[in-house]
Each structure stands twice: as C-alpha cells, then as structure tokens.
C-alpha cells in the first residue's frame, strides 16, 4: 500500500495528487496508490483513507455515537462503505487520551525533559489530589480500553470494509500532549490492558457478538448474534464455537456450543445466534458473555437488574432539589437529606463555562481541539462504598454508567474543604485537574447530607441503572453507615449549583 502523505493540503493539491495516484499506479503496478490519509477522495484512488466511519468523528462531540445513543454491539459501518467502489480504511480512529502516568517521568533520561508532564503534575497536588494520580491514570485507562474495544469491533463487524487506522497505538507527546496510546511514548506498555487482552479484539481472527443492548431486567432475554471475522492467512475448518454467560465469580450460569462450519476469509460471518431468559439470574449483577473457539475468544459485559425495585424515600429521609434555609435549619437540628442537583442548575467553571460530560473518554485533548467534548475521563469510585452496596460497579466506567453520565452534570467542588473526597469522582482533564465528581456526602451541622448531580427522579421505570442507583443511595441513607464526618457549610453546597 502506498500513500502521498497525511492529511495532504495547499494550493492545487488535488490535482497534484490525481497526477501522482496515476503516477505511481503505472510505474509500481504492485501496489495499491491512494492520494492521503484522511483525503482526497479521487478517482484515481484503489483505496479511500478516510475518517467518516468511525464511532466519534471531528466536531461531534457529545452528539457522537458513543455518547449520544445507549450502549449496543450492532452497529456498522456498512452503508457507509456501500457509498463508495473501493476499498475504506478508516481514518485515524480512537484518539481517545487517559490521564497522564507521571511514573513515566523518571524515564526521561536524555537531553528532553518532560516539562508537561511536571506541570500537569504539580497542578494536581495544587489542587490536593496528588495521590489519585495514579488511580485517575488506571480508570482512564480502563476506560480507554472499553472505547477502542467497540471502536475496533465496529470496523470488524463492517462487511466489505478495508481496514482502520489507529491513531496511535502510542502516546503523542507534542501536539498539547495527546495520550491517546494504550502503550506510552517510549513504546511500553501501560499496564491497564496487556497484549493478550487487547488481541482478543484486535487480531487477524475475532469472535463478535451483535446485542442490541448491555442493560436488561430478569423479566427479559439475551439474545445475540455471534459472528466471525477472519482476515488470518487461510479459512478456519470446522471451527467449533461455544458461548457462555459467567457472573462475577468466574461461573458459567448459561452456556452452549454452536455448529461447526468452516469460516472463509472475510468478516460479518454468521456461527450461529443465542437467547438466555435472564429469569434466574441473579440480579442486580454484571455478567460476560464469552465466546470461544478455533483458539479465538472474546467477551461481552452485560447488566441485568431487578424488574422492580424500591426508589420510594424512606421517612428517616429527605429528598429535595435545592438547599433551602429551611432545609438548612433541619440539617442543623441533625436531618438526612438527599440533594439531588438538576443537571442543568450545577454550577460551570467561572472561566471555562459548562463541564460537558460524556461516556467516552477526551478526543485527542483539550489543548488542540478547542476544548471539544466530552471535557472529562470517566469516573473513579470505590466499589466496596456502602453507598454502592446495590449498585454492581468497578472502580472505573463501564457500559452501565452511560445510563447515569448521560443525565448527569460534574460538580466542582474545589470551593469545599481539600478533605472533602466524592463517593463517584469524575476525572478532569489534566491541564485543569479540578475537584469534580456526581456524588458528595458531608456533614452540616449535626445533619448528614448527600449530594448528586445524576437525575435521579425523571423517567426511571425505563431506566434500570438509574432507579437502582437510586435504589442503593437511600438504603445507604437509611443505614447507620451513612455517617460523614467531614463539615462543610450551607453556603459552600451552594456554590456547586447556579443561582
């Protein structure tokens, strides 16, 4: 394959490039011309480079599939691909950052210093979280993870597409510091996904499953349609897949083998489909489905919950939409109240203007894309917390949680006393390294209070995250473990929500 440049421009370049297509077409008949990664599309191309498919294109934002419409493994790019009569290898796909790992400091042994690195380093001890660093780097990272995952499965799943391009399988330390590489700058690996990890969905030949959706109660079924692509160096005979669903202990709860058939070299090829009632499986609960075989195997994370559940308040608290003094005064004579924060009345950055929070991790960086969204890198918490007791998590983001950041606003807390940790932190980019997070529990005066930005009021019967959520705060509330020790006062609560 071969290729002008990258993202080609100037005067007169597409004529320039038709004549070098045409050029070396005729003078190296053995390989495949293209005029640039990224553009032109010009006749004279046997492939197209080009950035339409893929999952967050330039400029989306918030409105990109990833983060705009509910986790799903159905998706190609097919209709797309049917645009065009050659070949498309997606164009620089991914680009999503974690947050820096500043053990990598030490590795700069020569004449270049990592200066950036410093800086955003000291800006978060400033700011009194010097010792998340590491953790805000590993939940990124896992967050990083789970998006090139389907950004890659949606390729792979695309029948007729040509390729995709990384953009990087490393870090890019110029350009305002994009680290964007599941490896670092100097080629090592991150620690948060290892080779094997990785080539489970990135290799010559990958099981897929097709599910229209990661989130079901026990009263629904999984159904999934399990595929092949195979782009190894001959078809797979007789390959033999087998499926099962495994809870969190490692257990096959559900399992089956598909018929064995042989897989040509291509992708979109049908092994066979599966439908699990999830009637008797435990909930709430998060489940794989893994799908084996032929040496290949790959896994899927799914969530069931109750049909029903409890989001009623139970008397000993109150829930209420803005700390009124009256409010106050029933904290301060030792009341527990729940403030759940209208997502749009938080408080934005005094120079910044609105956290725009998404899914998916930050694109590129803040730096070079003119603060383009999602602003933030996940959320860290601690899964052992009480207060998530019923609410299966990791410490990181997972599927589950686009059903809660989607209707969610990051609070600032750097107004709240340096002590002050959220239950649900949300990472910051680094070059700001703020306080934020979607829930708070502290004490005002002899009262217990919890704060949250999620909605956790509107449309909960079709939305099972969020009434378990729900769920789980106010049978913490309610509980002699919700007890926070840390004082903060009416008027710094305040100033996390707008006037």
Known sequence: MLVAGNEPGGNGHVDFLRKWVAYFRAKDPRRFCSSGAGWPEIPENQFHVTAEPRIQGWGQGLGSRINSRPPETRTDYRESIKQRTVPVVSHEIGQWCVFPNFD??????????????????????????????????LASGKLQTICYKEEIESALRTPGMGGFQLLDLHDFPGQGTALIGVLDAFWDSKGYVTPAEFSRFCGPAVPLARLSRRVFTQAESLEADIELANFGPAPLRGASMEWKLVNGAGEAVAGGRLRAREIPIDNAVRVGNLNVPLRELAAPARY???????????????????ET??????SEVTVVTELTDQTVVALEQGARVLLLVPPAKVAPDRKL?????????????????????????????????????????????????????????????????????????????WFTARRLGLLLEAKVG?????VCSIDLQNDLEANPVARQFRHSLLAYMKSDKFNPQIPVTASQVRGLMTK
Not at 107 to 135: C, H, Q, W
Not at 295 to 302: A, K, P, Q, R, T
Not at 309 to 314: F, L
Not at 396 to 419: C, D, T
């Open 104 to 137: 990598e400091i030490r590795k700069y042994t020569g004449y270049l210093k990592p200066k950036n690195f410093e800086i955003f380093r000291d800006r978060l001890v400033a700011n009194g979280m010097g010792d998340l660093a590491k953790s805000f780097f």
């Open 288 to 306: 794989r489905l893994v799908v084996s075989g032929a040496g290949l195997e790959n896994d899927w994370d799914i969530w069931v919950y109750p």
């Open 309 to 314: 559940v409890e989001t009623s308040v139970p």
């Open 353 to 429: 203007g609105k956290i725009q929070m998404g899914f998916s991790g930050i694109f590129w960086n803040m730096a070079w894309t003119n603060r383009q969204a999602p602003h933030t890198l996940g959320i860290l918490c601690d899964p052992q917390h009480p207060a998530l007791a019923s609410f299966p998590t990791e410490y990181h983001s997972n599927w589950q949680w686009w059903y809660l950041v989607s209707r969610a606003g990051a609070m600032i807390f750097n107004g709240l006393p340096k002590e002050v940790r959220p239950t649900v932190q949300v990472i910051d980019d």
């Open 446 to 450: 002899r009262g217990r209070l919890m």
